[in-house]
């Protein structure tokens, strides 16, 4: 299920730019071109998810 933007922020409680900086980085990271790229990276360059609160 891919979650927009805004759904990802406000699950996380966090701004819609802070998501924006970290999908960048991830791509960065990973080499992807897109943000379907980042999910089908290798798992070696994830990091586990963070338990929610």
């Known amino acids: 299920m891919r979650s927009s933007n805004a759904e990802i922020a406000d699950r996380l409680h966090v701004g819609i730019t802070t998501v924006k900086t970290h999908i960048t980085n991830l791509m960065t990271q990973t080499g992807a071109t897109n943000q379907v ?5 290798p798992s070696s ?3 586990s998810p963070v338990a929610p609160r």
Do not use: D, T
């Open 37 to 41: 790229a980042i999910r089908r990276a």
């Open 45 to 47: 360059h994830r990091r």
